[in-house]
């Protein structure tokens, strides 16, 4: 089965944001020109998927709008000979059907994820952190998409191996690697943000999952957890006491947008990795090095 639906939470208050998060959705803060949801939303398009669902909150409209068209702009680039713009102006208010939801009390990820179930209906979909993004030659989503098919359409969440005094920084997965594949693991457990003593493996969850459609009894039968908010880990534990799960360590460079230093790591890493800056940003670093005297 091809996976056509996503689900992407844009909901949250983005508090590490602030002030800009005060008036602008943290998702629309780019990294150089680029709103990171481009980057998610294009990683879903080129994953095959047709339909995307945003759940958003009050103040979020900016994302709907940047999904959409705007002719007006779209003329002004072809008269003044802008095509590069255009083209990818036009590719993103075209390529993908939007549906947006709402969350209307930010009662946490798990809840926002409940907020599709009646637009995904009986269909397995992926879930697409907007904060998260990952760099890869074959996107992540479709990575995660063929295991699942593979595995008879199964629930899939995407992990990757993190130093192991990291683990208390993340959502660590438990699980048994299946015969023949160093990639896939059957998944027992998630433990969240567990010590490195003990962490049973060092494979973190960063914000991909693919989830078969019993995940929204799962949300709905799970109490308040930690911090008083309906957590997706939770859901996905009691899915997988009930049908298998399985863990894929995707191929990638993950960026964790969400905070300060995830998002000046990735605004350096873009702009060393295109041509058009890559230069530019040599030239910054080089002086600041002499300025500030970095050894
Ligand atoms: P985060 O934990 O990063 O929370 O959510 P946040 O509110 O965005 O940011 P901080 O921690 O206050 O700085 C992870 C993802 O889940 C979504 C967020 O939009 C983000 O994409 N989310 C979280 C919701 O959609 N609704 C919620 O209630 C919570």
Redesign the pocket.
């Known amino acids: 089965m091809n996976i056509r639906k996503a689900v992407i939470?844009?909901?949250?208050?983005?508090?590490?944001?602030l002030p800009a998060t005060k008036q602008i959705p943290?998702?629309m803060i780019p990294i150089i020109n680029i709103p990171m949801i481009h980057y998610s939303v294009m990683e879903a398009v080129n994953s095959g998927i047709e339909q995307l669902v945003f759940?958003t909150?009050t103040g979020k409209e900016s994302i709907e709008n940047y999904f959409d068209r705007n002719l007006e702009l779209e003329r002004f680039l072809e008269q003044n000979g802008k095509e590069k713009e255009l083209e990818l102006i036009q590719k993103i208010g075209t390529t993908i059907e939007v549906i947006t939801v709402r969350?209307k009390e930010?009662?946490?990820?798990g809840?926002?994820i409940n907020c599709a179930k009646h637009v995904i209906g009986d269909d397995t979909f992926a879930v697409i952190?907007?904060?998260d993004l990952v760099r890869s030659e074959e996107p992540v989503t479709r990575q995660l998409a063929e295991v699942s098919k593979a595995q008879g359409n199964k629930s899939v969440i995407g992990v990757m191996e993190v130093p192991n005094k990291d683990t208390f920084r993340y959502g660590i997965v438990d699980g048994e690697f299946l015969a023949d594949d160093k990639k896939s693991l059957h998944m027992k457990a998630m433990i969240e943000k567990p010590k490195p003593s003990e962490a049973p493996t060092n494979l973190a969850t960063p914000?991909r999952y693919i989830l078969t459609n019993e995940i929204f009894d799962c949300l709905d039968e799970i109490p308040r957890g930690v911090g008083g908010?309906y957590q997706l880990t939770d859901a996905i534990n009691l899915l997988a006491s009930r049908d298998k799960v399985f863990a894929h360590i995707f191929n990638g460079d993950r960026f964790d947008t969400?905070?300060i230093e995830g998002y000046l790591n990735a605004t350096v890493e873009f702009a060393l990795r295109d041509e058009a800056t890559r230069d530019i940003m040599m030239n910054i670093i080089k002086e600041k090095i002499g300025t500030y005297g970095i050894k």
Do not use: C, M, W
């Open positions: 939470p844009v909901a949250g208050k983005g508090t590490r944001f943290k998702e759940v909150s969350q930010q009662l946490g990820l809840h926002a952190l907007g904060d914000g908010e969400g905070n």
